[in-house]
């Protein structure tokens, strides 16, 4: 029997046992058995680790909840009303909402309505494509870091993940990644805006990279933090009306702030869909209330273009109280900022959620980061102020 240093020394012993902080067992982790390092940090990805707080009996209060991308607003009051008002109809299923929802995604992209395929959440549309495409082995290719959701479960059903390191300014290695490429490849993926980065890769680059070589492997291009970039890239959409290969996932999640209500979406050629349904039900687990949230939500412009503006105010504002305590930060198309910092990640979590703040820190190729999410403007001065308090 190994005792719990040894297992901390050959990375085996699992995050289930350690009673760690709840957020980092759900969402892109809760397919897979995770591990920790030797420091006891969570082994995120080869050039990647992450820092958790165990729970204790009396976890500290946490007023500014700014660890999970989350969309402060929300949801908007028309996604509100449309649920209550639902709920009355809950006996019954929802196929002809979906189908009306549907439609209005369909016009909104701009593809016909046989290129949509529902999900409760864009996560578990990703997770559905890693077990259909990689049950049989193969490879995936990917940024290192980015979002582990489909890479993970890709994983754990067979696959072998070949990660990229990003360009210097964080931006996706496009050149990098079609080299990696082989015969073994079943999937590129692409998260633009990056998580946990926050940066962005030019959308000119990427329609190139993806209309050649979705000619030869799928391209998936999750654009969950698109609205977020405000304009300064753009969606691969386009390229289904050209029978390219690419598989695009959005959600209500970010911008139209329902990450509890569960609503996403992936856009992709009908031939790759059907491949998916053979083994599930797209849209099967999306509660009635949930559609006709979404449903309003997604006609809600006021709302959004609210969540875009306050987002960039609340994150101009805290780009300039890190200059001040002299801290640099990648420029972020997000509701998320990353910055290095100058201090220990795991004693960082504990003095912040001290203060009534819950952040994100992870090791990146030998230096420390904290990851922000952007709140409402007061949560972030709560945040500001808590970490001056520290440098």
């Not at 080299?179 to 633009?192: E, G, P, R």
């Not at 329902?258 to 031939?271: E, H, K, T, W």
């Not at 969540?307 to 801290?327: D, F, H, P, Q, R």
Request: hydrophobic fraction near 40%; glycine fraction near 8%.
């Amino acid at each position: 029997m190994m005792n719990r240093r040894n297992l901390l020394k050959n990375g085996l012993l699992t995050l289930g046992g350690l009673g760690i902080a709840p957020h980092l067992m759900q969402g892109a982790f809760a397919a897979t058995t995770l591990k920790v390092d030797a420091k006891n940090r969570l082994i995120y990805s080869p050039f990647m680790r992450e820092h958790f707080l165990e729970e204790s009996l009396t976890p500290p209060i946490i007023k500014a909840k700014l660890n999970a991308n989350e969309n402060p607003y929300g949801p908007p009051m028309s996604a509100q009303n449309a649920i209550k008002e639902s709920v009355a109809g809950g006996n019954r299923y929802a196929w002809k909402e979906m189908s009306d929802l549907i439609s209005k995604i369909s016009k909104k992209e701009g593809v016909p309505v046989d290129h949509i395929m529902m999900g409760p959440g864009s996560s578990d549309l990703l997770e559905k494509v890693a077990i259909v495409l990689f049950m049989n082995g193969g490879n995936i290719v990917s940024a290192d870091p980015t979002y582990m959701s489909l890479i993970r479960v890709a994983e754990s059903v067979g696959a072998k993940w070949k990660a990229v390191p990003c360009k210097k300014d964080w931006s996706h290695d496009l050149k990098a990644m079609e080299a990696a490429i082989d015969k073994d490849t079943k999937l590129v993926y692409i998260c633009n805006p990056n998580n946990p980065t926050g940066s962005l890769t030019s959308g000119k680059e990427l329609i190139d990279f993806c209309s050649r070589v979705s000619e030869k492997v799928p391209i998936f291009i999750d654009e969950a933090y698109l609205e977020l970039a405000a304009g300064q890239t753009e969606s691969m959409v386009s390229l289904l009306s050209q029978k390219k290969n690419v598989i695009i996932a959005r959600t209500f999640s970010k911008v139209m702030g329902m990450a509890g209500i569960r609503v996403g979406y992936i856009a992709a050629l009908p031939s790759f869909l059907d491949s998916i349904n053979k083994i599930t039900r797209g849209g099967m687990g999306i509660s009635l209330t949930s559609i006709l949230g979404a449903t309003a939500a997604i006609d809600d412009k006021e709302f959004q273009d609210m969540s875009i503006k306050l987002n960039a105010e609340a994150k101009e504002y805290v780009y300039g109280e890190l200059t001040k305590m002299g801290y640099t930060y990648i420029p972020s198309y997000t509701n998320f900022i990353l910055f290095p910092i100058k201090m220990n990640g795991k004693e960082m979590l504990k003095k912040m959620a001290d203060k009534g703040v819950g952040v994100r820190s992870f090791d990146i190729q030998n230096q420390t980061y904290c990851r922000v999410s952007i709140g409402t403007m007061d949560e972030m001065k709560m945040f500001t102020k808590g970490f001056a308090e520290l440098s």
